[in-house]
């Protein structure tokens, strides 16, 4: 596995940060044909727009240090644009996809400009008040809450270059390419000189201050550009589910993308989609009852913020390191087991 | 090229800054020292911009830095390193200074370092550019600061107590890094209690106490001063020397 | 006018709840910095130990006692079994907190379901102040919050811990160079704030029943509380638990009540703009 550690890469060897995404996600376009029911298949799909939406989160808290519960809100706001475009404009997917990104964008800076009047950590539970705040407007508008209340359905297929991504295997491989290209674009900006800039806003926000950093301006973009990827998996979302509703964008659906992406972990541009497996698959492994489901997911994200925060993709790569260090040093209190084990 | 004037700070009840009153010239290696409670980190903080001071004013190089951010005074060459927290801890040493690089600022009249290496070489830290900086021993880890703040090719770096915690080996190597940035044209404004330290760099101390500047001049005449000694409670001063 | 005294007192009891709960909340981030949205669920399991003590017949006032005490623990719990490892990272102890939340309120789902929990109102009858009828219940809220605030505001002010707690939350190296105990006034803080949450929820109980949704829908009221008033000041906490109730019930009368909740939000957004330390200055904790 390779350095997943965030370092800015020296010229001569510019691609290789890309090598694990492409290589995953190459493999991944193998899924559908290795027996899996349908019912798999489509998980995959949701596990797959789950992980878009954490890229939503990876970006302000992964990349800048900034926590946000608002992010789902984004991802909501960028759903009901498409399906909204939809039932009054009829707009087909290319249009429906921007609109819903530039409005995710808006609605994440937006958010975000409490950031100004607050300091640290009382933006946190700002951004937990605007989700909540978001929710209750949106019950109280015809627009968003739909005929009843009973949320707005989305009858169409994506037509895209020519296809019709109606089924479910069409619609895998239209979102496995999403994921690919915003991971792609994670990868691309984590080395660039703005996603240097978030770093050091994350690493140490008043040193950054005192080389001449805009934490503040940037912290925003940040949440701002987090919002442009959960605004492209409401589109995806909206599609696919055919059904959206303000509850599935509340709180609960907030905690679950955190939990994807500690989960996940949070230094690796694959840990969406690995916190995103391990929040959909698992409880289907398992079989177990929803609530139970609930618990299972209060019990892994506690145990992995004390234990592993780095996350299980951040665990994976400090087991490496370390094995890869005691394979060029063998400690001397070491040689009796490794003398044991045959090792020389 | 650094004039406070009637410089005052307040938090609540508490005046930490009383009417203070400094000039920095261009090129000099100047001390700020006093007890503990006597402002010079408040100083520091109004000055850099941490936060605005309450009244009086501070001018750099021509430009009113008085209600400045601390990012804003940086642009403009003022910069200010810090005693604890001194530098990005999950980064390794050339990610450290990767960042600070990207915005230095080109003059005519300084110029510092403007690679990786350079940097590495003036601050000592050779054969550790890939270690993660948070692993640094105390005094490594300081210099490295200092560095962050130099590859930004500050006209005027603020030290923060750069000596405080270092053994005398770390201390001679801080002294060594800023005898050279002296050289190469970096004013240098240092709080320190060290007085070896402030003796053997700065050309000039100023003495506050309780807010208040009481004394200035060279490192050994401020130490004789009767007013310093007494704010030192009568020994601190004489013992360090 | 006699439907504003009515909605005025409507708000004061509601109000006395916010209180109570947001006290809990302020005191720990003024001590340590942690935001802790689980502290919700404490007000829910105090809430149906309530319910369970009232319906093997133990009458009400002990049963808000045995909230308070289930409530003072469970609290206490969580700051032994997971925040007393995150203390160096604040941000990862929200993260707990809210692992916490899908915990307790998944265990409380398998153990009541998903029903309101209602009692029988402990205490009957109404009394007339002017030309408005308030129920004694109402008034037994208003008092058991008003009391237990003030004690707590007392106590801190005149009794050694808190003294020693208020020490703590300006100057914490200070106050641990002089000897306080940081540990233990970290647990006492969660003990009393999760007792006093506990006797909320069991005053909810009385009021308007159990759900196991009632302490989501209360934390975060509480964390507004807490902004407007001023993150770590109890006194902000009070005032504006009675202002937030206050603007809820009016709103609620006068404008909408489908917008009940909104009223509170953007009282704290208009607070913060004006003064975004909240209304009394709190304390920064232990992040200097």
Redesign the interface.
């Known amino acids: 596995m390779s350095d997943t550690t965030l370092a800015p890469v020296r010229p001569a060897a510019w691609w290789r940060p890309y090598v694990p995404v492409v290589v995953v996600m190459a493999l991944l376009t193998l899924l559908p044909h290795v027996g899996l029911s349908n019912r798999h298949v489509h998980l995959s799909v949701v596990c797959l727009i789950w992980a878009m939406a954490a890229f939503g989160l990876f970006v302000p808290y992964a990349f800048a240090g900034q926590m946000t519960v608002a992010v789902v809100t984004a991802w909501g706001v960028g759903a009901f644009s498409t399906a909204l475009a939809i039932e009054y404009w009829d707009w087909g997917f290319v249009p429906n996809l921007l609109f819903s990104m530039a409005a995710a964008f808006v609605a994440g800076a937006l958010m975000a400009m409490p950031i100004l009047r607050t300091k640290g950590h009382y933006f946190v539970i700002i951004t937990f008040v605007l989700a909540e705040a978001v929710t209750v407007a949106a019950n109280n508008w015809e627009v968003t809450s739909g005929p009843g209340g009973g949320g707005i359905s989305v009858s169409q297929p994506i037509e895209f270059l020519g296809f019709s991504f109606a089924g479910r295997i069409s619609m895998y491989y239209l979102c496995l390419a999403a994921v690919t290209i915003m991971a792609l674009t994670v990868v691309w900006l984590r080395g660039s000189r703005l996603g240097k800039h978030f770093a050091s806003i994350r690493e140490n926000e008043e040193l950054a201050r005192s080389i001449g950093v805009s934490t503040t301006w940037l912290k925003i973009l940040a949440l701002a550009i987090g919002g442009i990827f959960a605004g492209a998996a409401g589109t995806f979302y909206a599609y696919y589910l055919s059904h959206i509703d303000i509850r599935g964008f509340g709180v609960n659906q907030a905690i679950t993308l955190i939990l994807i992406v500690v989960v996940g972990g949070r230094q690796a541009i694959l840990g969406p989609l690995v916190g995103a497996a391990v929040a959909y698959y698992l409880p289907e492994l398992i079989q177990l009852d929803p609530n139970r489901v609930l618990i299972g997911y209060g019990v892994v994200l506690g145990l992995m913020v004390i234990f592993l925060p780095t996350g299980i993709l951040g665990g994976l790569d400090s087991a490496w390191k370390r094995w890869q260090r005691r394979r060029r040093q063998p400690q001397p209190s070491e040689a009796p087991l490794l003398s044991k084990a045959g090792a020389s | 090229m650094l004039e406070v004037r009637n410089l005052s700070k307040s938090f609540g009840s508490v005046r930490a800054l009383q009417g203070v009153d400094l000039d920095v010239e261009r090129g000099e290696r100047l001390a700020l020292i006093g007890p503990n409670g006597s402002g010079k980190t408040t100083l520091f903080n109004a000055v ?1 911009g941490a936060f605005r001071p309450t009244s009086g004013s501070a001018t750099f190089l021509g430009t009113d830095i008085t209600r400045t ?4 005074t ?2 403009h060459g003022l ?4 005693q604890h ?8 040493v ?2 450290n200074l ?3 690089l ?2 230095r600022a080109s003059r005519h009249d300084i110029d510092l370092p403007r690679d990786i290496d350079g940097l590495v070489e003036l601050a000592g830290l050779q054969g550790l550019r890939q270690t993660v900086a948070s692993t640094l021993s105390y005094g490594n880890r300081r210099r490295l ?1 200092i560095a ?2 130099i ?2 090719n500050p006209v005027l770096l603020m030290l923060d107590e750069p000596a405080a915690g270092l053994n005398e080996k770390e201390t001679h190597a801080l002294l060594v890094m800023l005898e050279k940035l002296s050289e190469l044209g970096v004013t240098l404004v240092v709080i320190e209690h060290d007085m070896p330290f402030i003796t053997a760099l700065c050309q000039r101390a100023i003495v506050l106490n309780t807010g208040s500047v009481i004394a200035t001049g060279s490192p050994t005449e401020v130490r004789q001063d009767p007013a310093v000694i007494e704010a030192y409670l009568g020994g601190s001063l004489a013992d360090a020397v | 006018m006699q439907e504003f005294f009515q909605q005025l007192v409507n708000g004061v009891v509601i109000g006395g709840v916010y209180a109570l709960i947001a006290i809990g909340v302020t005191l720990v981030y003024g001590l340590t910095n942690l935001i802790n949205f689980a502290h919700g669920q404490v007000v829910t399991v105090g809430g149906f130990a309530a319910w369970s003590a009232v319906s093997t017949g133990i009458p009400f006032a002990l049963a808000v006692v045995i909230a308070a005490l289930v409530g003072g623990v469970t609290s206490l719990a969580m700051e032994r079994v997971g925040f007393r490892f995150t203390r160096a990272n604040p941000i990862n102890g929200f993260i707990l907190s809210l692992a916490i939340i899908f915990v307790l309120e998944g265990l409380l789902v398998e153990r009541y379901g998903d029903t309101l929990h209602r009692i029988d109102t402990p205490l009957n009858g109404t009394v007339s102040i002017g030309d408005v009828q308030v129920s004694y219940q109402r008034l037994l809220v208003v008092g058991v919050a008003a009391v237990l605030t003030l004690a707590l505001m007392v106590a801190l002010k005149r009794t050694k811990v808190g003294r020693a707690t208020r020490a703590y939350a300006e100057d914490p190296p200070t106050a641990a160079l002089m000897g306080v105990n940081t540990n233990g006034l970290i647990m006492l803080v969660f003990l009393v704030g999760g007792a006093l949450a506990g006797a909320a929820g069991a005053l909810l109980l009385s009021l308007f029943g159990v759900t196991v949704t009632l302490g989501a829908a209360f934390v975060v009221k509480a964390f507004v509380v807490s902004l407007i008033g001023g993150l770590g000041s109890v006194e902000g906490a009070a005032i504006a638990g009675l202002a937030v109730g206050l603007a809820e019930t009016f709103g609620s009368a006068y404008i909408s009540s489908s917008w009940t909740d909104f009223f509170g939000y953007v009282l704290v957004i208009i607070v913060l703009m004006v003064r975004p330390s909240g209304l009394f200055k709190g304390s920064e904790g232990a992040h200097v």
């Open positions: 850099s951010s601390m990012e804003r940086a642009r910069v200010r390193t810090f927290d001194a530098v990005f801890p999950g980064l390794t050339a990610e990767d960042l600070p990207l915005r600061g962050v703040a590859a930004l």
